[in-house]
């Protein structure tokens, strides 16, 4: 009872999401987040389903900061990932990785399942798609994730990997300067010695 509850609220508000998207109502309010801490919360709250998967994890050292939505990028993370376990034997690996790129963040979440239908690489973010039918859902997790990037600016897209599975990655476009960081302001004023 308690997993189809928690299905129905899913399902609940990915329609109301889809309906804010499709009337141009996504609100984006950019900040300079590190990426880490935005990956890390979308994990916390997939725990259970992500417990009996191997799971690694590539995020470059040098990327601190990244222009995003935080709590709109944990949701693309989550469907992201919700998606990949759907789709893919218990047990089977999951991999996220980022990298930096020209004025932008790629980030993937790719998996060692059965794949995307041949041609059907694309038509997996239109709403009430589902490439295999059989494994519930109502086909708009991938459609909602669409939504929010491109609201970010950025691009979305799937594809079958070489060695069997899918990857799943979008684009984050990284504009301006971030601001500096907490820990060189601490660092200066231990540098300057007490004020008094």
Known sequence: ??????????????????????SGAIQVKKNWQPLEEVVGV????????????PLSIQLPPGLLLVPLDEVLIEQVLVNLLENAVKYTPSGSPIALSAWAGDHQVTIEVADRGPGLPAGQEQRVFDKF????????????????CRA????????????N???????????????????????????????EGPRG
Do not use: C
């Open 129 to 144: 798609y589902r490439a295999h039918p059989t494994t519930g859902g109502a086909g708009l997790g991938l459609t909602i």
């Open 148 to 159: 929010i990037i491109e609201a970010h600016g950025g691009r979305i897209w799937a594809a």
């Open 161 to 191: 990997r070489p060695d069997g599975g899918a990857a799943f990655r979008f684009t984050l476009p990284v504009a301006g300067e971030p601001p500096p960081l907490e820990l060189e302001a601490v660092d200066q004023q231990t540098a």
């Open 42 to 53: 979308a994990l916390s709250r997939l725990e259970k389903q992500l417990s009996d998967r």
């Open 1 to 22: 009872i308690h997993d189809e509850a928690d299905r129905l609220n899913r399902l609940v508000r990915n329609l109301l999401d889809m309906t804010g998207g499709e």
